[in-house]
């Protein structure tokens, strides 16, 4: 309750965006958060409304941009759990390259990819998730690229934390952003969810059909990053659960020399007018 707010969402009925939002009210209450312990940021796309419709710390950012403004929240702030949030689009298109660096980097951070598999803000044009052939107003004869898979994409750069699920599930999602945010360092939950509106291919019950739950796999290991990779290439991209975890791996904040528990705002960085006059000094 303590997580929800009275904005309602303005997402097409049957979104699969309103699970994620439900997943991560509950997700931030059963870890015991309090909603001043907690930052979402978002990008743009239907996904980037997420920051404002929950009770917390919002930041509804710019496109492709959740993550370095993320990232500069953790710094700023240790104490506050962060989520940044966004659609495929926001992630793999725009934001790829803040992608990239924030898995491999390791910030203790939850990035939610609200995955659709094409861009309903705009109205419906082919994303970097849509398969190929997928036809859409931008691709009329269908696409002719090929998709990207999350769960291979942040396991071939270092990933420290992979999980997939479908918006469906809403108990497998709850739990798997609860073990997000306890994780430490970054965790990439990648959220299949549906867009009713536009995405006419991968509906619910498309989802329901091709998903394969790794617990359903014998003898899976979610500590073995090789199987996991190539789990994922058998059945293309489409298992779900705690895919991949290392918990010997340190986040990036354990690991910066120098890097206080306190966040940046708290400190006193005023410098004092001994240390001005030295700085002054050095540069005239
Ligand atoms: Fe959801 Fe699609 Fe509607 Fe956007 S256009 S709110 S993604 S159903």
């Known amino acids: 309750k303590e997580f929800r707010n009275n904005v309602k969402p303005n997402w097409c009925p049957g979104c699969g965006d309103f699970s994620i939002q439900a997943a991560i ?13 907690l930052a979402v940021i978002s990008g743009i796309g239907c996904s980037g409304r997420i920051s404002g419709y929950i009770n917390c710390y919002g930041f509804h950012g710019i ?11 953790k710094m700023a702030n240790r104490e506050l759990t962060v989520i940044a949030a966004g659609g ?33 803000l705009t109205k419906g044009q082919t994303s970097p998730r849509s398969a190929t052939g997928f036809v859409t107003k931008s691709t009329p004869q269908g696409s002719i690229e090929s998709s990207i898979t ?28 609860e073990r997000g945010i306890k994780h430490e360092g970054f965790s990439l939950i990648n959220v299949f969810s549906p ?34 990779m ?41 410098l004092s007018q001994e240390d001005f006059d030295k700085l002054v000094a050095e540069f005239a």
Not at 89 to 115: P, Q
């Open 63 to 73: 496109h492709g941009r959740s993550l370095p403004i993320a990232q500069g929240v």
């Open 195 to 228: 867009c009713v509106t536009y995405n006419k291919v991968n509906t619910y019950d498309w989802f329901k059909e091709n998903i394969v739950p790794v617990e359903t796999i014998e003898g899976y290991d979610p500590h073995d990053r090789i199987k996991a």
């Open 88 to 120: 495929d689009g926001d992630g793999f298109a725009i934001g790829m390259g803040h992608t990239v660096h924030a898995i491999r980097r390791n910030m203790n951070i939850t990035y939610i990819v609200m995955d659709n598999q094409i861009y309903g």
């Open 25 to 37: 009210q509950r997700a931030a209450a059963n870890v015991g958060l309090e909603p001043e312990n």
């Open 230 to 270: 190539s789990t994922s290439m058998k059945y293309n991209g489409l298992i779900t659960g705690l895919i991949y975890q290392n918990t010997e791996q340190k986040p990036y904040e354990a690991l910066v020399k120098g890097f206080k528990e306190e966040g940046l705002a708290k400190q006193d960085i005023r």
């Open 150 to 177: 999350p769960v291979e994409l942040a396991l071939s750069v270092g990933a420290t934390f992979v999980a997939q699920s479908f918006s469906s599930d809403l108990k497998g999602l709850t739990e798997l952003i």
